[in-house]
Structure formats: C-alpha cells, structure tokens
C-alpha cells in the first residue's frame, strides 16, 4: 500500500513562491512517476506537473510553464513542486499522485489528500 502525503501549502500573495512536498511511503517509489494536480473551486481536476522515475524527464501545463518546477529526490523519498510568480488564479488544492508519466489523471494509481494554496492579489 502507497500513503501519499502532501505539505507546503498555505497563503502567499501574487508574485510570490512557495515549495510543495509530496512524501509516498513504500519501497517502489523511485520506479514510479510523479505527478502534481490541482482542483479549484467551480473547476475541475487539472493536470501541473509530472516527472518521470529517472528525475530528469518531465512536462508542464502551458499555465504553469516557466513558472513551477518539479523535481524529486528518491533517496529523500519526497517530490517537490517549486511554485514561482503565483498568481491568483494559481489558487486551489494541490493534489500528489503516483503512477504513469502524463497528464491523464486516470493513469495515476495513489493521490494524496491534498494541500491547499490560496494567493492573494
């Protein structure tokens, strides 16, 4: 079983940054990639960021592009969502997720609970 916990979250004006961690237990997390979602209210589930086992391969949302970065470290056991230049739009809960590289909600098997981040303007 795969416990997914995310942190980090919490208010920060526009412009401004903040670092989410995701913490997934279990022995197989380096073989899996990674993958940040995002919900806000009214909208729907929406794909951030995901990055591939091997660290280095990794896609965007064209919303975030440039400004997020995500990065992991398997030794750490722990994967990072680096948010710069937020805006308020940026605002949701931010939601971890194990599984396929992609942007398909669907092809990621375990998701976390969620943190939230709200940006003030």
């Known amino acids: 079983q795969v416990q997914l916990v995310e942190s980090g979250g919490g208010l920060v004006q526009a412009g401004g940054s903040l670092r989410l961690s995701c913490a997934p237990s279990g022995r197989t997390f380096s073989t899996y990639s990674m993958g940040w979602f995002r919900q806000a209210p009214g909208k729907e589930r929406e794909f951030v960021a995901a990055?591939?086992?091997?660290?280095?391969?990794?896609a965007y949302a064209n919303s975030v592009k440039g400004r997020f970065t995500i990065s992991r470290d398997n030794n750490k056991n722990t994967v990072y969502l680096e948010m710069n230049s937020l805006k308020p739009e940026s605002t949701a809960v931010y939601y971890c997720?194990?599984?396929?590289?992609?942007?398909?909600?669907?092809?990621?098997?375990?998701w976390g609970q969620g943190t939230r981040v709200t940006v003030s303007s």
């Open positions: 997720a194990l599984g396929t590289f992609g942007s398909r909600w669907q092809g990621y098997y375990y």
């Open positions: 990055i591939k086992s091997d660290g280095r391969t990794t």
